[in-house]
């Protein structure tokens, strides 16, 4: 789904793990703590083979089992704190992983409820849903079990060589001669598994956006007969995606002998020497099954931390993908002292915002989504309380963007607005919200039933007042016919609804609210005639008393505003009452005359 | 079981592959196990003084020049060790990449089919279909199948392979020390059984949880704009947080089982090889053993833990597995269109009929009845009516997306059950109410049904769906993406989008699903003027809401709840007191403030 996601940096950059201290200073007791456990836990590891060693030469060579109960103990007493520190720090180090990402993610989630939609404008969902879901995931996942691998591997790893040179130093370092080649190369080989590894995943996301693609778009498919030219194009991706497995699978195919070989090779050394040094009596048979045990374990914690540093290379990428989201500042920002008056969206006092009567007015507003191309320049409006105001005009003349400024999704890129004489940035965001129905072209629904979806109005609202506000709309009676009534689920993004159910029940969204600001953005584009006219009247009633915007290319819904205005290239060009602007003969009257008297039957009646 | 057998066939034409796999991490295993064998020799009768009683090592250290010569050059044991982990290697590598070979064609199949069945599933799957869910099983699935045949079972025989390897090299040096090695095992097996039984469903759970978590954020997302609106911020929130929270809950919980399975199978595996140590130093001590037997006895209890522990853990994933085989075997399972089916590919005209037609979703609920009315070639066909009434329902009969229930449908004379389902639909262009654009370019998604075409085609398309003007201003013209990856366009936009897509392939039906209601009226006319040139090519259906948009059509159906309420132009509609003289009404009432004007 996303390109970006696989550029990841070539080096481990200090700078991005620093900057995750501060996400990680919460954790740092546990993670102390996990320190400490898989030290200890290292060492018992570390002296098993001692352990054997003791056995063999005390019991065997003297043979005399005088002391085995004190063995028996030891033993006993090692399997059990193992049994238990593995039990502690698997709990532990599990929690701290989905502790982690659940806050992490808590954190990412605020933070794009706080981003203005001028954040979204540019940013696909899947993008954002890579940083929310996988990348956290990887994030928390590296930490943590990295963490334990590397003091594991750490402690282990001191531990044997300790051991070894305390049996032997002479036959230690032998021994331990084939460290470094092995620490070299897994070094190499799990670099390049990795990179194996991203390029499976980059395909892998292209897997499934195709997969995306294939089944939100079978219905278009469909129509189109492309499925063959599909399939043709997927089994591209497949392939290739076979094509760089298999080639990943053959890299670890040939680290996993190279290192084992190369461990044979200790092996074998301390056998040659080892069984030379017993037949001269230098060392004891234990010490040389001690040396032969522990050139078995040293590889696995050196295959380890190998791992680790790789995939730290790879959790980095997401380090930095998640926290430039969690660093993104929004744009559009209730500033300190309207916060501390008011608290923020998600602890809003709302008692203590003021009701809107709904004046509204732009003060020399200019606008820009881009900077060099003005959408809006120096444009002013008064709206009083209560009306309503229609805006008419081409795709990208500008009517969109003055709904947007005055919803507060975008904020003047100078002037300002002001509601009720106040500047509403000097008010918190969800001042205009709280008080605002909003009918959107696409209505988007959540998942749920219809009663969910309208209370998400007015969440204290009572099913009376719910099925009021559906009689209002005129969706009463299509849901009551419906299998579960209100009750019914309408599915993902209320998919299980046509167009024109769907932009009902957001309309009894919006009403249930009772809001003193309305906007209509082509909210009844997919209702039928009738259906319209009869909301039309309810929208009229509605209307009334509220300041409210309506955007329409349906002329109908537009000639019962108050006031309309005729936007061209961000300046209003007309302005006045349905019939003011008939009289005018102007842009107004054209559009209006193209249609509804291009019908040849109507003057004949 | 039945598990696997369901997946018996996937495994076509890769079986020999699986067979050699597995033949070869079973050598590989043999070779391990007879590591222990060397050291144990070497330690009793190099440097001790043993006679050698096994006759294979005997044959071969008087290959290698006998007892002697070796007590005085020990590297050549060293040499033997290392040339037999060289011999397990090369198994291994072999091991690697034939797995890797057989499992990744599985799953490249495998995903290719549930590509091509996803797609061929009918039109009434997709409208009812849940993305989320049906993408996970695409690829997380497939992945965990993927692994299961790739790592999993071959792992499983190798176990088992070196298992029976060591069980036989373990009896062969002396029974009794065997049955004290094995005593444990088979608790530990059934350990990790039981366990393996327990976890399933917590695993599912949890993938469940994390499926919903997906889910709220992804709604959250592409609803922002509501969201926002409405003030939900904090609602939003709490929706997020319990769907968060839970999911933690339910992998701590997770973990936790894990954490008791693993420190558990630990501590049983560590009590083993304390077993044999004590055990084995008994032996020594009495003389039934030698001390290399013991240190072949404690290598074989220690090669023995990891494969019982990874048992465990192979045994959960195999649980994963059985799942994932169930979830996309459920997918495949539902039958496809018959797309290919061998009907009659007649020269499309479009002449067309309707006799008696009556169509269900369900079997029970009529949504269409006896609707009858014909259709010249090249003809304009308008339908409008409420919300519900069943005009997408008639106008999907045509492509086939659906077959009616009764009646007939005749294309040029012909039945068009009869007629091939692809070769239909390459002959009607269909307009969906909104429509999905693919994440390629602009051209692309334009010429979509027929890459060759020339950017002229592509241009002259996106004229007469008047978007052309609306490309030129993007920055990168006809080369912008659209789709997930690309700009978002307005659903007015995609609607035009739409339409130049469908006319470019000069279709002789054309069908508008209410595909101009989120374009401003000029617009719409523009439109219908350019199509309107087209006129005698194309037989044209018009679903629209708008009088303006339908009135020229040469015939204009009115539908209410399922059947035809009225028919005509639209003179004749207005002569007639009815639905559509009424929409009529509401929608010219306004007739009036022009006159006056």
Known sequence: MDETNFNTTKKLSLGVWRDFYTYLKPYKKRFIKLIVMMVLLGIIDASFPMLAKYAIDEFVRNGSMDGLPLFIGAYLSAVISLSLLIFLFIRMAGRLETTMAHDIRRLGFIRLQELPLSYYDNKAVGWLMARMTSDVTRLSETISWGIVDLAWGLAIMTGISVYMIILNPVLALITLSVVPALAVLSVVFQKKILGAQRKIRKINSQITGAFNEDIQGAKTTKTLVREDKNLFEFSHLTGSMKNQSIKAAIISSIYLPLVIGLGSVGTALAFSYGSGYIMEGIITYGTLVAFISYTAQFFEPIRQMAVIFAEFQSAQASAERVFSLLKETPEIRDEGYVLETFGNIFDQKKELLPPIKGTIDFENVSFSYQPQEPVLKNFNLSVKPGETVALVGETGSGKSTIVNLFCRFYEPTSGRILVDGTDYRKMPIQWIHNNLGYVLQSPHLFSGSIVDNIRYGRLDATQDEIEEACRIVNAHDFIIDLENGYNTQVGEGGSLLSTGQKQLISFARAIIRNPSLFVLDEATSSIDTETEKIIQNAITKVLTGRTSFVIAHRLSTIRSADRILVIRKGEITEDGTHKELLDKKGYYYRLYTNQYLDEEGINEI | ?597
């Open chain 2, 1 to 597: 079981m039945k598990q696997f057998k369901k997946l018996y066939p996937f495994l076509k034409g890769y079986r020999m592959i699986f067979i050699l796999a597995m033949l070869t991490i079973t050598i590989s295993q043999l070779f391990y196990a007879v590591g222990p064998i060397i050291l144990s020799t070497a330690i009793d009768s190099v440097i001790g003084s043993e006679p050698i009683t096994n006759y294979l090592a005997n044959r071969i250290i008087n290959a290698l020049g006998g007892i002697e010569l070796l007590r005085r050059s020990l590297w050549i044991i060293g040499v033997v060790i290392v040339l037999n982990t060289a011999l397990r290697g090369i198994f291994l590598y072999f091991k690697g990449f034939l797995s890797a070979e057989a499992s990744e064609n599985i799953s490249m199949n495998l995903r290719n089919k549930l590509y091509d069945h996803i797609q061929k599933l009918p039109y009434s799957y997709h409208v009812k279909t849940d993305t989320g869910d049906l993408i996970q099983r695409c690829t997380s699935d497939v992945e965990t199948i993927k692994r299961f045949l790739g790592i999993q079972l071959v792992e499983v025989a190798g176990s088992l392979s070196m298992l029976a390897f060591i069980l036989w090299s373990m009896l062969s040096l002396h029974v009794g020390m065997t049955i004290y090695s094995m005593a444990l095992v088979p608790v530990i097996f059934g350990f990790a059984y039981a366990f393996f039984k327990r976890i399933q469903r917590d695993f599912k759970e949890a993938d469940e949880a994390e499926a919903k978590l997906s889910t709220t954020l992804q709604e959250n997302l592409t609803g922002i704009r509501v969201v926002k609106a409405f003030g939900r911020e904090s609602f939003e929130l709490e929706k997020f947080d319990s769907d968060n929270s839970s999911y933690r809950q339910l992998v701590n919980k997770l973990i936790d089982n894990l954490a008791i399975y693993w420190s558990l199978s630990d501590f049983l595996s560590m009590f083993q090889v304390g077993v044999v140590i004590v055990a084995g130093t008994f032996m020594v001590i009495n003389e039934r053993i030698t001390i290399g037997v013991l240190v072949a006895f404690i290598s074989y209890v220690n090669m023995l833990i990891w494969p019982v522990r990874q048992l465990g853990r192979i045994l959960t994933d195999m649980g994963k597995a059985t799942v994932s085989i169930d979830r996309v075997s459920e997918i495949l399972s539902i039958p496809v269109e018959p797309l290919v089916e061998n009907g009659e590919e007649p020269e499309i005209a479009g002449e067309i009929d309707f006799e008696n037609v009556g169509f269900s979703y369900d079997g029970k609920k009529q949504v269409l009845q006896n609707i009858s009315f014909h259709v010249n070639k090249g003809d304009t066909i308008a339908i409008m009516g409420p919300t519900g009434s069943g005009k997408t329902t008639l106008v999907n009969l045509l492509p086939r997306l659906y077959d009616y229930s009764s009646g007939s449908i005749r294309i040029d004379g012909l039945e068009l059950k009869n007629i091939d389902r692809h070769w239909i639909r390459n002959n009607i262009a269909l307009v969906l109410q909104e429509p999905f654009l693919y994440a390629r370019s602009i051209k692309e998604n334009i010429r979509f049904t027929d890459p060759q075409k020339q950017e002229k085609s592509v241009f002259n398309a996106a004229k007469v769906a008047a978007i052309h003007n609306d490309i030129l201003s993007f920055d990168k013209q006809y080369e912008t993406m659209v789709g997930e990856r690309g700009v978002s366009l307005s659903g007015g936009q995609k609607q035009r989008m739409a339409i130049a897509r469908a006319i470019i392939s000069e279709t002789p039906i054309v069908i508008f699903d209410d595909s101009l209601s989120a374009v401003d009226s000029e617009t719409d006319m523009e439109i219908r003027k350019a199509l309107e040139k087209r006129k005698n090519v194309a037989t044209t259906f018009v679903i629209s809401h708008r009088i303006s948009t339908v009135s020229d059509a040469d015939m204009i159906i009115v539908l209410d709840k399922g059947t035809i309420v009225q028919s005509g132009t639209h003179k004749e509609l207005l002569l007639q007191e009815g639905l559509y003289k009424r929409i009529y009404d509401i929608q010219a009432s306004l007739e009036y403030d022009v006159m006056k004007a």
